[in-house]
Nanobody, 112 residues
Framework: EVRLVESGGGSVYSGGSLRLSCAAS????????LSWLRQAPGKGVEWVST????????QYTDSVKGRFTISRDDAKSTVYLQLNDLKIEDTAMYYC?????RGQGTQVTVSS
């Protein structure tokens, strides 16, 4: 059974940083690209970033380029999302995703 467990969310002020983690199990981690998505209150799900199987291809949505960094540690079956220079509009539930499977999410709240 594929399982994804996100952690690391919290409440921060504008300009602050957080590091999100997603621990995976139930599949061969190194065989799959992984993504982060987010859903702000009252809005639809938004794709944030994807990292390829070998980490050689990384993509970001425009609004987070230069502020967020995705990475993966295949030895730990974990994918990370470093969030820097956070803005109020980054407030959302953040999910990691493998194909169509998502975790339960971790909440990020940014205040001024």
């Amino acid at each position: 059974e594929v399982r994804l467990v996100e952690s690391g969310g919290g409440s921060v002020y504008s300009g602050g940083s957080l590091r999100l983690s997603c621990a995976a199990s139930g599949f061969t981690f190194s065989d799959y690209p992984l993504s982060w998505l987010r859903q702000a209150p009252g809005k639809g799900v938004e794709w944030v970033s994807t990292i390829s199987r070998d980490g050689g291809i990384i993509q970001y949505t425009d609004s987070v380029k230069g502020r967020f960094t995705i990475s993966r540690d295949d030895a730990k079956s974990t994918v990370y999302l470093q969030l820097n220079d956070l803005k109020i509009e980054d407030t959302a539930m953040y999910y990691c995703e493998k194909e169509t499977v998502r975790g339960q999410g971790t909440q990020v709240t940014v205040s001024s």
